[in-house]
């Protein structure tokens, strides 16, 4: 599971923000951790954390010392033992039963243990983005593409409630009004509230809804303690594994709506931004041929049916740390939509080495750009008139000057000149694209720019090869800019072609439209399949998109005039 291995600085991330909250979420950690060992669940289970009634055996039995304890436990044991060889020696298909049983069982409580880790930390990490808010904060809506805060930890906890209502024997509803507030778009679903009125009310309160969460984490994290036990444990870890890239999805939603909602006024915790390191121009070659695009395998591997491949070193062992970073790192995620991998023919073409820069879009504007039809799709030239855009948004004209505002403030567009272009639609990008003299990548080539190495023959999962993002491979969420970085601040991030910053700071439009990939099979319904019309492919990643959650082969897609998000671009050409 290569995108939830958690790094020392998350965990250290992960400390402080508890700490910040006044060790707020500590205990649910506890019992969190608790639950994710189903022997000591049964021993130790309490849902109210109270040590002292930790024990429901504590009082009931007496306690038996050492000696008095070896005195019966050992010869029973002794005598099960040779009871079990005996039967097992006498029916070999049993013994083999037997064993695939604990195996599969072993395997489903490593699974669940990974899950329940993964669940906790993606949970409590909304909670640190929207600590900074203030009360009054979380229910205002500023248009109608942005959902007030209130309402994204309400339907992350709402798509967890669909599940524990549907596979929970037993399961009560918290809250009939609150499944119609907290649905997004699922018609599945049942009724709810149309998105441009999510602003529009002011209850479910604040207070109310994080006890709706509360309660839904609770019942969860009890719910993923005992699903290792049930013959669809795979069918249910898999929709946990959803619902947590889903909440990790609501995570980088939550930044955009945040900034449309207060920018600057918001406390980030902003760390400083890396400094450029080389000059980064021209275009890089890549030459044609077949290219595998989309990613290869299944949601629970990288090989169809295959079990997560661990190294020989590391066993299996439920509880063996060792054993449980090797299956993360192993058991990799991926949507249906990049599924299945197949065969495409490219081209010979050149792609930019960098995204388009500040500095590049205000020559396109000083040039009359958005004032020349010439240069617009005819949707384009529509919205440019009826929107009145006359820059990217969040740029402002003070005194005869562009500027950009950002969590840091208002700044002066010579301050920004080598960082990537943002907030631009796919209008806008292909605007500036056949201004240039030059077009949009199709989905396929920025791929194959990002992942394909030509010493190696093959792709890899990131443009640097196969290993994590980190701190100073791509500028991701973790990172804590909450801006995008100059161009060549990430070197180390550069891919085999010579392409910088493909993961991270800007998704990239493309010229491709959002459709299935032939062979197509939806995996969750309404969560991808629906969307398969109107919309353009965006690739690679922004500053607000966390680690866990991003691969050279993740499709994201929006509407091409849509620029709430953080969307930027790199240009291609046929060589
Ligand atoms: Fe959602």
Not at 61 to 71: D, E, G, N, Q, S
Not at 355 to 384: C, T
């Amino acid at each position: 599971m290569r995108q939830v291995t958690l790094h020392a600085a998350d965990a250290r991330e992960q400390a402080k923000g508890q700490k910040a909250e006044g060790g707020r979420h500590e205990p649910e950690i506890n019992l969190r951790i608790r639950f994710a060992s189903p022997r000591r669940r049964a021993t130790n289970y309490c849902r109210h954390n109270h040590q002292k009634c930790a024990r429901p055996s504590d009082g009931l039995i007496p306690k038996l010392t050492f000696p008095a304890a070896a005195c019966f436990a050992l010869p029973l044991a002794i005598i099960f033992r040779a009871l079990r060889l005996f039967v097992l020696s006498f029916f070999p298909g049993l013994f083999l039963r037997t064993l695939m049983t604990s195996e599969s069982q072993v395997a489903a409580a490593i699974d669940t243990r990974s899950i329940a880790d993964l669940y906790q930390r993606v949970r409590a990490r909304t909670l640190e983005i929207v600590a900074p808010l203030e009360i009054e904060d979380y229910v205002v809506q500023t248009a109608e593409f942005m959902s007030p805060p209130r309402w994204h930890i309400g339907h992350t906890s709402w798509f967890f409630e669909t599940v524990l209502q549907k596979y929970q024997s037993g399961y009560k509803t918290y809250s009939q009004d609150f499944l119609f507030y907290f649905n997004s778009y699922y018609e599945g679903f049942g009724a709810r509230i149309e998105r441009s009125k999510r602003g529009t009310r002011s209850r479910p309160t604040v207070r109310e809804t994080l006890r709706y969460r509360k309660h839904v984490d609770e019942e969860m994290s009890q719910f993923i303690g005992s699903v290792s036990e049930r013959d669809d444990a795979e069918t249910i870890l898999a929709i946990v594994r959803l619902g947590l890239e889903h909440e990790m999805q609501h995570q980088e939603l939550l930044v955009y709506d945040i900034k449309h909602l207060l920018c600057d006024q918001f406390d980030a915790p902003i760390s400083p931004a890396p400094h450029s390191q080389e000059n980064v121009n021209g275009m890089a070659e890549v030459e044609g041929g077949l290219f595998e695009l989309g990613y290869a395998g299944t949601s629970a591997g990288k090989d169809a049916g295959d079990p997560p491949a661990l190294p020989p070193q590391h066993g299996c062992r439920a509880g063996d740390p060792g054993s449980m970073r090797a299956l993360q790192r192993a058991f990799h995620f991926a949507f249906d939509n990049e599924k299945p991998q197949h065969t495409v023919f490219l081209q010979d073409f050149l792609i930019d080495r960098a995204p388009v820069r500040n500095s590049e879009y205000l020559e396109f504007m000083k040039a009359g750009g958005y004032q020349d039809f010439r240069w617009w799709h005819s949707a384009g030239w529509e919205k440019v008139n009826q929107e009145q855009w006359q820059a990217p948004l969040y740029w402002e004209f003070h005194d005869r000057e562009w500027m950009i505002r950002d969590f840091a403030g208002l700044h002066p567009i010579e301050d920004k000149r080598n960082e990537p272009v943002s907030h631009v639609s796919f209008l806008e990008a292909s605007a500036y694209a056949k201004w240039a003299g030059k077009r949009l990548p199709t989905e396929a080539e920025w791929e194959k720019a990002a992942s394909f190495s030509p010493p190696l023959g093959s792709k890899q999962d990131f443009p640097w090869g196969d290993d994590e993002p980190g701190q100073t491979k791509a500028n991701l969420f973790e990172n804590q800019l909450w801006t995008v970085a100059p161009v060549g601040a990430f070197s180390e991030g550069c891919s085999s072609y010579g392409c910088h910053q493909m993961i991270g700071d800007v998704w990239e439009w493309t010229t491709s439209d959002y459709s299935p990939y032939p062979g197509f099979k939806s995996e969750f319904d309404e969560y991808n399949d629906k969307w398969f019309v109107g919309q353009k492919v965006l690739r690679g990643g922004s500053f607000a998109t966390p680690r866990a959650h991003i691969r050279s082969t993740y499709r994201n897609f929006f509407y091409p005039h849509e620029r709430w998000m953080i969307g930027g671009f790199r240009c291609a050409k046929d060589a």
